[in-house]
C-alpha cells in the first residue's frame, strides 16, 4: 500500500524573479521552515530566502482613512 505523502505547495502572488526576469509564481513547501526555508523560481530554480525576500502573501491592505 502506497502511501506519497506529496509536499503541499504554497504559490505566491505573480512576482517578477530578478534573475530570469520572468513574472512567475513562487514556490515553497507548505511546512517550509520560515527562517531557513525559501520562494523558489520555477523557471531558473533561484531561491529567494525568507528572510532575504519577503514576498507579500494576502494581506489585508490597511486603508488609509
Ligand atoms: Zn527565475
Redesign the pocket.
Known amino acids: 500500500m502506497k502511501n506519497i505523502a506529496q509536499p503541499k505547495m504554497v504559490y505566491s502572488h505573480p512576482t517578477m524573479?530578478?534573475?530570469?526576469?520572468?513574472v512567475?509564481e513562487m514556490t515553497h513547501a507548505h511546512d517550509a521552515d520560515p527562517v531557513k526555508g525559501s520562494w523558489e523560481?520555477?523557471?531558473?530554480?533561484?531561491l529567494y530566502r525568507f528572510s532575504h525576500w519577503k514576498i507579500r502573501k494576502q494581506k489585508t491592505r490597511k486603508t488609509a482613512t
Do not use: A, E
Open positions: 524573479c530578478l534573475y530570469c526576469h520572468l512567475v523560481c520555477p523557471r531558473c530554480k533561484h
